[in-house]
């Protein structure tokens, strides 16, 4: 199957409902990274996903859905603190999860009783979902266990002749994957941090649980038991406090000749003397949108990706953190 890379307009638009609603699959950009989207209410078109993407089957995708869709055709339940929630950061990097009526296809939630919805802010995701007018689920457009896609050409480099288009919106702006938020409870709680942190949602619902995964337990967040994000070469992850030792790191790495990157913010890069660097810039937000980029560069330059943390550790970087931990931990 040939690929296209197309602009976003009237045409590669026609063009993308079509394949849509005859079951096939369509790489599109959201503010977040790209994904992988397909017509949600076919089972088939979903199949197709998990297939493309070498996806394991209980991994639940996002429905992505336009910003005047109305969702209660999709779920039910849905809490008080969620519409001050959707009020507050929709369109945008919030996923949230509530009791789904079963409309979607249950591979969509891989038969799980709730599902996972996104209204994301991007022109050209919302152009795309107005175009088709139905809830599409998208996991990112990523082969499985590799790096997140942060632009069409990531997502040709790992779909190239499973797909027939992508949607080219340029580079995300976001850079993490969305938060997901579980809105079935009393409390709204963080399944997966992102750019919309545990603090903004309390500050807006009074109140936010966060997650963590208890070995033994049934898994609230089926896909954060899996490993994510890894580029494909030798990596290693050092603390701020150890930046010192990542340089040394460094100089013994190159000194056997290996290619080594260090992979840092701006501050420590300071730090790094004249260390070949990937700098992934002076703030959490530039941090955020960065960091895929990097890490896809990281891949195809080094041999070694010697990556050290941020000094910040909160907020965003919350998000950022877990994404560098499964990569280069
Ligand atoms: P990805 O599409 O790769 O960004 O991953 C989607 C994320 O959303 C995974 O971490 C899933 O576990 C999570 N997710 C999707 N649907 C649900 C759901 N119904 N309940 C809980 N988590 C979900
Ligand atoms: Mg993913």
């Known amino acids: 199957m040939k690929t296209l890379i197309l602009p976003i307009d009237g045409q590669s638009l026609e063009m993308a409902k079509n394949i849509i609603i005859s079951g096939g699959l ?14 949600a209410l076919s089972g088939e078109a979903v199949r197709a996903v998990y297939a493309a993407k070498g996806r394991p089957s209980d991994n639940p995708l996002i429905a992505h859905v336009h910003k005047d869709f109305d969702i209660t055709t999709l779920v039910t339940d ?5 519409a001050l929630l959707a009020e507050a950061f929709l369109p945008g990097p919030l ?12 591979e ?25 007018n139905l809830p599409i689920a998208a996991p990112s457009a990523n082969v499985s266990k590799h790096v997140s896609p942060v632009t069409a050409e990531h997502v040709f480099d790992d779909l190239n002749g499973k797909i027939p288009l992508i949607l080219d919106g340029g580079k995300c702006t976001g850079g993490i994957e969305s938060t997901v938020l579980d809105c079935t409870g009393a409390v709204p709680c963080v399944l997966r941090s992102g750019l919309v942190t545990r ?8 109140e936010c649980d966060e997650y963590h995964m208890v070995e033994g337990e049934r898994v609230r967040s089926p896909g954060m038991k899996y490993k994510h994000y890894s580029p494909r070469c030798k990596t290693a992850l050092f603390s701020y406090n150890d930046r010192f030792n990542a340089l040394d790191e460094y100089k013994t ?3 056997q000749g290996l290619r080594a990157y260090i992979m840092c913010d701006a501050a420590v890069a300071a730090d ?3 260390a070949a660097v990937l700098n992934l810039g002076v703030d959490e937000n530039q941090v955020a949108a960065n960091l895929y980029d990097k890490l896809r560069e990281g891949e195809r330059v080094a041999d070694i990706l010697i990556a050290i943390a941020p000094q910040k550790q909160d907020g965003v970087m919350v998000g950022v953190m877990n994404r560098l931990t499964k990569a280069c931990g």
Do not use: W
């Open 199 to 206: 603090d903004m949602v309390a500050q807006v619902a009074g």
């Open 272 to 274: 790094m003397g004249d």
């Open 108 to 132: 969509v939630s891989c038969g799980l009783d709730t599902l996972a919805i996104r209204v994301p802010s991007h022109e050209g995701a919302q152009r795309f979902l107005k175009a088709v």
């Open 78 to 82: 849905i809490p008080d603190y969620a």
């Open 26 to 39: 369509v790489a599109f950009p959201t503010e977040t990274v790209y994904g992988l989207g397909a017509n």
């Open 95 to 106: 996923t949230m999860v509530y009791r789904s009526k079963g409309v979607v296809c249950p």
């Open 253 to 255: 790495c190159i000194a």
